[in-house]
């Protein structure tokens, strides 16, 4: 089983390349992504709707990405009708991530390493969380290896806002989602960020590419 994570900087591209691509989704995209106010986060959203048509074609390498087919189930999780295609998308400052899976549900989450108080994070965490982190000797650190993994695993299992983050416990290495088993990897993209991917199974072949869409 693999899953493919295709990444790219908001930096290394021209913007001219994404607004034209931009003007080829449907509307009701084009409407959702230009709710955002900040030109950061709508440039994110329109790469990682680039990457995800990249990852598709890895897969589906005769076919295209009909973004029409694009619908949300019950807990707001995006799919695509018709398709075996389980993917995941996520972005922090100037880094975008989308991995993709045929045969594996998963998930991905990305944070910058920035300075911050744990304490303030103390309710969206598991009991034991907060009790390592006290004990800890890098609490920043290893509150970011808790928190990105606990975004990744909440995406791969599909629950979305509708499971309570501080219910899942991060630190076995089985994690457990309403009876559901992930495991996590971490991504190493730059020392600026945290990436990590969950997904079902333990020995999962990861692959990692650096996509420009130029």
């Not at 990897?185 to 990590?196: A, G, Q, R």
């Amino acid at each position: 089983m693999e899953v493919i994570l295709f990444y790219t900087f908001i930096s290394q591209n021209a913007s001219e390349e994404i607004d034209a691509f931009f003007r080829t989704l449907p509307e009701e995209l084009r409407f959702s992504i230009s709710q955002y106010q900040n030109q950061k986060d709508r440039q994110a959203r329109v790469l990682s709707k680039i990457l995800a048509e990249k990852l598709f074609r890895q897969f589906y390498p005769d076919h295209q990405l009909d973004w029409k087919r694009l619908k949300k189930d019950e807990n707001s999780k995006p799919y695509l009708e018709d398709y075996h295609f389980n993917f995941s998308s996520a972005h922090s400052e100037d880094l975008c991530v989308v991995c993709a899976s045929v045969n594996n549900k998963c998930g991905v989450d990305v944070e910058v390493l920035n300075p911050l108080d744990v304490s303030v994070y103390k309710d969206f965490l598991h009991s034991e969380e907060q009790d390592y982190l006290l004990k800890s000797q890098n609490s920043v650190d290893d509150f970011y290896n808790i928190w990105v993994k606990k975004e990744a695993v909440i995406k791969a299992s599909g629950l979305g806002v509708s499971k309570e983050l501080n219910e899942v416990n991060t630190l076995p290495d089985c994690i457990q989602v309403n009876g559901q088993d992930f495991f996590t990897n971490e991504v190493f993209i730059s020392e600026l960020y945290k990436v990590f991917i969950a997904s079902e199974n333990p020995s999962v072949k990861i692959s990692v590419y650096n996509i420009s869409i130029d």
